[in-house]
């Protein structure tokens, strides 16, 4: 055959013509720093990171970085657990705390690997967005010199005129969507060369971008968004300001003028349990009934917020992610004034809701706390004592344990509202009662009824702004990857010479990468439509699956 | 809505037919592998008298006793190896039947539960198999996919066994039900790809060493699969299917949780080894494109991507805690 080109350059075009992809070749990793000072390694560190194999590594590590996560409790999503952690072993958590281990996906070493690793990416991918897109304006290239080495190659003799073969064959690949280029006969021979699958590219340089636009969108949504929690019991109303949130966790650039406006009363919640069988007692519905008003002024709606279903309001949703009981108490003292008359928050300590709570009545000298717990399904176990043995109110029953002396809310520290100091009280009695019962406090200290209960729900209100475009880049993402690994990118050649008279030479060459099913149907249905029939074919081996990988 | 014991009741006897479904199947598979005539491990494109001195006539590679052309008399092997067949599509009608059963019972999608889950992935892993198998000859491939399926039921009624029950309220959710289905689609094609890989890994190796004329402790084995190179592409063709499934898997699971909880990624244990898992078969897809870890090692990569998928399964639902924990285990 006859090629204009030299020898290198057809060498080069031979590699050329190979490349599917604008995966950066390997060797780059390979090149060792060059002997030119500081540019020369910064150069050799760039490549270094983008390459290939750093991206591999990289990976690895966040994949193993991402494992103590999930063995140590994290203070992000359970502080809890993490200070118990710390209590029952002081010396081994004080070390895992100060490497990173209970906020791992906030330390600073798995910054610096995502951190590196988008680097790599950024540095690996926007050159190749780049040669791409030169790429999809350009033609197809050029024949490599050796069409029989590539994994599919037919020989045939055509009975016609070689610039028709030429343009039929175009003509077919064209018709087939193909992007095609061709000569004209000149006399000896003439080519066309076609390509097909550009998106797979396109759809893999989509992907890897659209993973940076997600990065980005997570860092929008910590930076400006917000979540807070609030107990709200039966009967009382929530305001959406940040000084009525039990716990307000914004981002660095949140903005609380931004909250809007609403509040709401919460009418009733319901919950609905399992009775009997081997799930006994496991929750099947909950519920919040509530008023809402979306701005003051505005009209009442009644909504109902439920697990999987939040009430949105005001571009901020709001999620019932728990509930619980509170006892209603009143207190008289010695006179029979009624000192304290409220329903309290007790805490569920267990599945069955055993709830603990306490009732601090200031206004009584002496002071007057109580503590206790509430059981929905009251029963006095000979083992364990007053438990709850189901988490519906069949049989409530509350444990109350007196003490009078100082609360110690003068000392202006902050006290939690769920806990009683004891240190300077002393104790009256402990009694049980049912709903109705009064007990007359020892010592003529006055009476503690219990009138009831109501039952509270616990409400997380979250504004994520970064969420539409982490949406957007996901759905890419996906989009991508599809295109990415589901398309093939092929090349077909198409080479005449004319033979005897009358009769022409007809080369057709496929390539492909191997991964996928071969570019072979195609090129047998171009010898079909050429008039050539199954054709024999050199390098096709018996087994199938077997031809389609590319000599490299 | 009430459980409909007599349902639930009838699914586990199916699920009990099913299993002894597969166990025949897995006899006839391993009897079939057993008396296969294998092929000659020299790939092909080494010169002939290099693999004439392997002792097979090169003539023999391609008539593999599974996949050969059918030439009337059934080669050695092909009839335990249909009877494998046919009682894996017993079984997995059986255990379809099961799923759904079960779904009636309790009138929803029956993976509410690790139980519930492990089934029903078996059933995709099983699905997944016959229907592949309805395009290219995969008797070689059956006691590989049997096995784990097996294993995985018996898990199911004996640790993993949850009487049919209603859901606890953070699972009744229709992205719950596109999560966990993409999710079972994509557990079911792992754990084929897994095993196509180790298959891989097994043959070769032993024509690695058959080109050195050397003998490999599995050759039996590797003499009795298709060439590693048609293994390792549908291995990877199974991978790069099902990634993007995955990738969906994972953001439908974010978009649950963000319906549920307020926030879309909390690394939660179970979101943390989605996250692991993911991460790690990307890995798996660049090493194939990354030069020396093409081949082996990229497999392996795999093979971990899929222990990581498994660990997701029963590690974090068993040993951690966290939000995700099923009702029942
Ligand atoms: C966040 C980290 C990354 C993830 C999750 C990721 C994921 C993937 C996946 C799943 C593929 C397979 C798609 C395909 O084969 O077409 C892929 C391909 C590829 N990735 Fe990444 N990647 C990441 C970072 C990088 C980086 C840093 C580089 C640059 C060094 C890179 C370069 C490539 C290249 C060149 C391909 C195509 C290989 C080919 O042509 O077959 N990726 N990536």
Redesign the interface.
Same mark, same amino acid.
């Given at each position: 055959m006859n090629d204009p080109m030299s020898a290198a350059a057809s060498r080069e075009s031979q590699d050329d013509a190979q490349r599917l992809?604008t995966?950066p070749l390997?060797v780059d990793s390979a090149v060792e720093p060059m002997g030119i000072g500081v540019l020369g390694w910064l150069r050799w560190a760039w490549r270094t990171l983008t390459s290939?194999?750093t991206?591999?590594v990289l990976?690895?590590l966040?994949?193993v970085a991402?494992?103590p996560?999930?063995?140590f409790p994290?203070r992000?999503?359970n502080p809890l657990r993490v200070n118990d952690y710390l209590a029952n072993d002081p010396v081994k958590g004080r070390i895992l705390d100060r490497l990173g281990m209970f906020d791992?996906?906030s330390s600073s070493w798995f910054a610096a690997i995502y951190v590196l690793l988008f680097i790599s990416l950024a540095g690996c991918v926007l050159p190749r967005t780049l040669l791409h897109a030169k790429i999809l304006r350009s033609r197809p290239p050029v024949a490599p010199r050796h069409l029989a080495r590539l994994p599919e190659h037919r020989m045939l003799d055509i009975a016609s005129d070689p610039q028709v073969v030429l343009d039929s064959s175009a003509a077919w690949l064209r018709g087939h969507r193909w992007r095609v280029d061709t000569s004209e006969f000149d006399g000896r021979g003439g080519w066309v060369a076609a390509e097909k699958g550009y998106a797979r590219e396109t759809g893999n340089l989509l992907f890897h971008l659209s993973l940076l636009v997600l990065l980005v969108s997570?860092g929008v949504g910590a930076f400006n968004g917000f =979540?807070a929690t609030v107990i709200v019991r039966e009967g009382s109303s929530f305001a959406d300001t940040q000084a009525q949130f039990d716990s307000f966790a914004p981002g660095r650039g949140f903005d609380p003028t931004s909250l809007p406006p609403f509040s709401f009363t919460l009418n009733k919640f319901s919950a609905d349990y399992?009775r009997g069988?081997?799930?006994n007692g496991?929750?099947?519905?909950?519920a919040a009934d509530v008023t809402l008003v979306r701005e003051p002024g505005a009209a009442k709606e009644s909504a109902r917020i439920?697990?999987?279903?939040?009430l949105v309001v005001g571009g901020v =949703?709001v999620?019932l992610?728990g509930h619980g009981y509170a006892p209603m108490v009143t207190v008289r003292n010695a006179k029979g004034d009624i000192v304290f008359h409220d329903s309290v928050v007790f805490l569920p300590q267990d599945g069955n809701f055993k709830s603990t709570g306490v009732v601090k009545v200031p206004d009584t000298v002496p002071q007057l706390g109580l503590v206790g717990f509430f059981l929905p399904t009251a029963v006095v176990d000979p083992v364990l004592g007053p438990t709850s043995t189901f988490p519906a109110a069949d049989r409530p029953a509350i444990y109350i344990s007196a003490w009078t002396g100082d609360l110690g809310l003068g000392t202006g520290r902050p006290q939690s509202v769920y806990s009683l100091n004891t240190s300077t009280m002393s104790r009256l009695g402990i009694e049980e009662l049912a709903p109705g019962d009064v007990w007359a406090l020892p010592g003529g200290n006055g009476t503690v009824t219990f009138d009831g209960y109501v039952q509270w729900a616990s409400f997380?209100?979250?504004h994520?702004p970064g969420?539409e475009l982490?949406?957007v880049s996901?759905?890419l993402?996906?989009t991508g990857?599809?295109l990415s690994?589901?398309i093939r990118r092929r090349r077909v050649w198409v080479r005449v010479a004319s033979g005897e008279p009358g009769v022409t030479v007809v080369e057709v060459a496929g390539l492909t990468r191997?991964?996928?099913a071969s570019v072979g149907d195609e090129v047998e249905a171009l010898v079909a439509a050429l008039g050539g029939g199954p054709s024999e074919n050199p390098s096709r081996?018996?087994?199938p699956?077997?031809g389609?990988?590319p000599q490299t | 809505m009430p459980t409909n014991e007599t349902l639930a009741a009838y699914s586990n006897y199916l699920i009990y037919g099913a299993m002894a479904a597969f166990t025949i199947a897995m006899i006839a598979f391993a009897a079939s592998l057993a008396s296969m005539r294998g092929r000659d491990l020299v790939p092909a494109g080494v010169p002939e008298a290099e693999a004439a001195s392997g002792g097979v006539a090169v003539a023999t590679r391609t008539a593999l006793a599974v996949g050969g052309p059918d030439d009337g008399a059934l080669p050695p092997g092909r009839r335990s190896g249909n009877i494998g067949m046919s009682v894996t599509w017993l079984g997995t009608v059986l255990l379809g039947a099961g799923v759904l059963l079960r779904g009636l019972s309790v009138q929803r999608p029956p993976w509410g539960n690790m139980y519930e889950f492990a089934v029903t992935t078996a059933f995709a892993v099983a699905l997944a198999f016959v229907a592949l198998s309805l395009k290219r000859d995969l008797r070689w491939l059956g006691l590989f996919v049997v096995l784990p399926v097996l294993l995985t039921l018996g898990l199911a009624v004996t640790v993993l066994y949850t009487d049919a029950a209603q859901l606890v309220p953070a699972l009744k959710s229709y992205w719950l039900v596109i999560h966990v289905t993409a999710a079972i689609i994509c557990g079911g094609a792992f754990c084929i790809g897994a095993a196509v890989t180790l298959l891989f890994l097994v043959a070769d190796s032993g024509e690695r060493r058959a080109l050195v004329g050397k003998r490999y402790r599995l050759d039996a084995l590797a003499r009795r699969l298709p060439e590693a190179a048609r293994l390792d592409a549908m291995a990877y063709r199974i991978h790069a299917f099902m990634f993007p499934l995955w990738t969906f898997a994972v953001v439908a699971g974010a978009i649950w949780a963000e319906n549920a909880w307020g926030r879309y990624w909390g690394w939660d244990p179970k979101e943390t080894w989605a996250f692991i898992t993911w991460v790690v078969y990307a890995a798996y897809l660049h090493a194939r494109a990354t030069a020396g870890w093409k081949g082996r090692k990229a497999s392996v990569v795999a093979l971990v991507a899929f222990g990581c998928f498994l660990f997701n399964f029963f590690g974090v639902n068993i040993l951690i805690t966290g939000l995700h924990s099923y009702a029942g285990v």
């Open positions: 992809s995966a390997d290939m194999r991206a591999l990976l690895f966040l994949a991402s494992v996560g999930s063995l994290q992000g999503s791992v996906f997570v =979540k399992q069988g081997q799930q496991a929750a099947r519905t909950f439920e697990v999987n279903d939040p =949703k999620f992610v997380t209100v979250a994520d969420k982490a949406v996901a759905v993402a996906i990857l599809a690994l589901l191997s991964e996928h081996t018996p087994a699956g077997q389609s990988k | -």
